[in-house]
């Protein structure tokens, strides 16, 4: 069974950090876009990163968050710095098959259950 399980969420305050990570199983995701999106109350989901050689960014977390990934551990990590209570969401791992419009959520074919992350002001 494909599984994507997210951790690392939690509270922190305004200007903390995070690191979040994602443990992919069943299959080997090394040839995969990988992905985070998160998702508040009310929301749409929406692209935060993706990783496929490259690394893309959305430009309201450019410069605070860095994906990366250990493909040896089947693994995708997120790390927030100078997080903002607009951060607040809940956050997924995603992966995508044709590595291609990283920046879309019908693009991806696996995802994880999230994992949440609150910033307080």
């Known amino acids: 069974q494909v599984q994507l399980v997210e951790s690392g969420g939690g509270l922190v305050q305004a200007g903390g950090s995070l690191r979040l990570s994602c443990a992919a199983s069943?299959?080997?995701?090394?040839?995969?876009?990988m992905g985070w999106f998160r998702q508040a109350p009310g929301k749409e989901r929406e692209f935060v990163a993706a990783i496929s050689g490259r690394e893309y960014y959305a430009d309201s977390v450019k410069g605070r968050f860095t994906i990366s990934r250990d493909n040896a551990k089947n693994t995708v990590d997120l790390q927030m710095n100078s997080l903002k209570p607009e951060d607040t969401a809940v956050y997924y791992c995603a992966a995508n098959k044709r590595r291609l419009l990283l920046n879309r959520r019908e693009m991806y074919d696996y995802w994880g259950q999230g994992t949440q992350v609150t910033v307080s002001s």
């Open positions: 069943g299959r080997t995701f090394s040839r995969d876009a």
